[in-house]
């Protein structure tokens, strides 16, 4: 089992830029598939992005492609979320996620491990 926490979240102008993390711990962090989900108020949880073990893969939602970059720290067992040029409609719970079970998925079934989720606000 991982137990995953997220940091990072606060309230934003929109423009502007925040940065999540998400720290893991109880399994090794290296050979994790992790990713970033978010769900708004009266939505579905959704993708946001991914990233496999080395850190070389990557994958993001098209509603985010060019303003968000992921990455990893497996010597500190660290995720992160770069986010730039924020607009409201990022306003959500982000949630940081991950699986041993499979090398690479954006499905939000292939993982089975989560964190409890940051607030991201961003205003108009």
């Known amino acids: 089992q991982v137990q995953l926490v997220e940091s990072g979240g606060g309230l934003v102008h929109e423009g502007g830029s925040l940065r999540l993390s998400c720290a893991a711990s109880g399994r090794t962090f290296s050979r994790l598939l992790m990713g970033w989900f978010r769900q708004a108020p009266g939505k579905e949880r959704e993708f946001v992005s991914a990233i496999d073990w080395v850190g070389t893969s990557t994958a993001y939602a098209g509603s985010v492609k060019g303003r968000f970059t992921i990455s990893r720290d497996n010597a500190k067992n660290t995720m992160y979320l770069q986010m730039n040029s924020l607009k409201p409609e990022d306003t959500a719970v982000y949630y940081c996620?991950?699986?041993?079970?499979?090398?690479?998925?954006?499905?939000?079934?292939?993982?089975?491990?989560w964190g409890q989720g940051t607030q991201v606000t961003v205003s108009s």
């Open positions: 996620a991950a699986t041993k079970t499979t090398s690479w998925s954006t499905r939000i079934s292939a993982y089975d491990n």
